[in-house]
């Protein structure tokens, strides 16, 4: 998909951590979260060696192929988990440790999704609340291209777009009521891009 030394042009940061004073939410980004040479392995490794597949939904009746490929991970003893699934990598389980041991929130699944190129992306959504909670924490980590994550306010249009660029290594902790009042999006561009790769990290409860 790519070369190793292709990953010299991805853009780590200026680094630090940014508290979002923003209105129904609590919205943190840490830039540099993992230092240039972590990502570089962890981007290399999850691209060759993630089983990606195609994810289709159900969207107004039609069955749609979402524009990216995924992955699903997730703790072998919760409840309904799929144990043919395969079970989480040293790598996974290392950046889990990391992100749990930052934010204090402790995670038993993690989504991944392989944005290939520009025209990979994924539209205006609020995670659902089924098996994941009305309030869902969701620490997401991106390595790899940069990609401008997008949100925008649910009810209050007074609100202005906000925009933020996702680099190599960062996380970014959505939590409180982000999902029950604001959307999110990864627009498609129609730069020239290499690929970015996104773990969300999540609370699975099929119980709910």
Do not use: C
């Amino acid at each position: 998909m790519t070369l190793f030394n292709d990953i010299e042009i991805f853009t780590s940061g200026t680094g630090g951590k940014k508290v979002f004073d923003l209105p129904d939410t609590e919205l943190m980004l840490y830039d540099n979260f993992f230092t240039k040479e972590e990502s570089d392995h962890y981007y290399t490794t999850l691209l060759n060696n993630t089983p990606w597949q195609k994810y289709a939904m159900e969207i107004y009746d039609k069955t749609v192929t979402v524009p990216r490929m995924i992955s699903w991970y997730e703790d072998r003893d919760n409840p309904g988990a799929v144990l043919t699934k395969p079970d989480w990598t040293p790598d996974l389980r290392s950046i889990r440790e990391r992100v749990e041991k930052e934010t204090q929130v402790k995670f038993n699944s993690v989504l991944l999704n392989l944005y290939r190129n520009g025209k990979d992306a994924v539209s205006w959504h609020s995670d659902r609340e089924q098996n994941f909670g009305k309030d869902a924490i969701i620490a997401s980590v991106s390595f790899g291209e940069t990609r401008m994550f997008q949100l925008r306010h649910k009810f209050r249009k007074e609100i202005p777009q906000v925009e933020i660029p996702l680099h190599h290594g960062s996380l970014l902790l959505m939590a409180g009521t982000t999902q029950s009042f604001w959307q999110h999006q990864v627009p498609k561009t129609a730069k020239d891009i290499l690929p970015r790769i996104n773990l969300t990290f999540r609370q699975i409860n099929r119980e709910l």
